[in-house]
């Protein structure tokens, strides 16, 4: 079983990150479209030409399935479930959407994403497209991507930020909270220590896990996730083994064509 | 008078506020390079041509002074003081050094920058290049451009990132600091009331202001300033609004080259 992903930058490693809990033995390619970051503040048209083109690449490579591991390029990628030539693709919204409707007693759903996401207000939409009766608060969060790059994940600043992020969706009542950010998850202990037990926290990445269609065919001979860059980005292998922790090998590869 | 500025982005404006505060008459240009920002993580060589580029864009506008109103940029360029054809050319970094020293009796000065701008070490290389015995001493400020960019300046939030950042550099004994980025001086009065006023702050942009050499010609038919931008750029209207601030003028251009 060979699983592809992509994204603009680091951040879907994250998710792969969640995906090898699932299936750990599994190979993993990663496409990391760094020429091209970010790709909060491209038009829908070319989001959609350039998730087209990183399909395509991982399809080259001989993946069973590929993982849309950006929520910019998900949003506009939510109809898309195979390739031409088959392959099953799997983006990260409409599997926390649909675990976030399942969760939830209230129905109120708190999203929490970068400004880009919840001005494209996609979350809200694609969960009032399968319960109407759904209210759906979404809270823009542009400092906690800086704050997880910084580290400051434990940290009192951080707290402050989070604590007034989250008031007014804890104050509205929602009882479950969608974390539509790649990096946000990294800050699930911090979160969870605000919302409490009654707030179940969705990890996009983990919704996506429980979804893919596993096959029984493993080759044992490649572990080391393989990582494709568009350019060379400058601290990318500090910021990889930081969000993929101890014990999971990489390489850089820069692809020629 | 015509002067005209360049930036990747919405950040030289600031310079451009400085400048008009200084020199109100002159009529401005300012070339923001959306279409290849941010500048903080190119190559030095890649970052020359873009600078080559920009400057001859705005000399074809007819300005009779360029401003490098981006520190990246600046970094690269410190030896060009003026285009082939004569025009004067000035960056945000050699005057602002020059101010540090002057103020500075310890000849103990602070630099608060980007990542990228610390790493590079521009400024403690061009102090150290004027005065061998002055100790500079550098924080990178990751969290303040976002924190500037939230409309977060008098803030609990700021002011504990402040004191996280400054601490050290106080502790060292600077007498002067240099907001050595565009965003940080937005930012000057929090800092004020952390460093106290035996810390001379230096805002590159008034170092600047301080150097251009004016000319008495005035067109007094051209006070709106023109922004060209190479492509569009989200939600750079109402940044521009909030930098530039209340009564300055100013409309959008895209060329067509």
């Given at each position: 079983m060979h699983i592809g992903l992509f994204d603009s930058g680091v951040g879907g490693l994250t998710v792969l990150k969640e995906l090898k809990k699932y299936l750990p033995q599994a190979q993993y390619s990663y496409l990391g479209d760094t020429a091209r970051l970010p790709y909060g503040n491209k038009a829908p048209e070319t989001l959609k030409k350039?998730?087209?083109e990183n399909i395509h690449f991982l399809e080259q490579l001989g993946v069973?399935?590929?993982?849309?591991?950006c929520h910019s390029a998900s949003s506009v990628s939510l109809t898309i479930t195979q390739t031409h030539r088959g392959t099953p693709v799997y983006n990260v919204i409409t599997?926390?959407?649909q675990q976030a409707l399942h969760e939830s007693k209230s129905q109120k759903i708190g999203v929490i994403a970068t400004k880009a996401t919840t001005k494209s207000a996609v979350y809200k939409s694609y969960i009032n497209?399968?319960?109407p009766n759904a209210q759906v608060f979404s809270q823009a969060?542009?400092?906690l991507v800086p704050l997880v790059e910084e580290g400051m994940i434990q940290d009192e600043i951080t707290n402050l930020v989070?604590?007034?992020y989250l008031k007014p969706l804890i104050n509205h009542g929602i009882d479950s909270l969608i974390l539509a950010c790649t990096h946000y998850p990294i800050?699930?202990?911090p979160i969870a220590q605000i919302c409490g037990p009654q707030i179940k926290l969705i990890n996009p990445a983990t919704s996506v896990a429980k979804n893919i269609i596993v096959s029984d065919d493993y080759d044992q001979s490649q572990q080391r996730i393989q990582i494709y860059l568009t350019d060379h980005a400058p601290h990318f292998i500090e910021h990889a083994k930081s969000l993929l922790g101890?014990?999971?090998d990489f390489e850089i590869l820069y692809p020629t064509s």
């Open positions: 350039y998730t087209a069973d399935s590929v993982v849309i591991a599997p926390s959407c497209d399968l319960e969060c542009p400092l989070l604590n007034r800050l699930e202990q101890p014990g999971i």
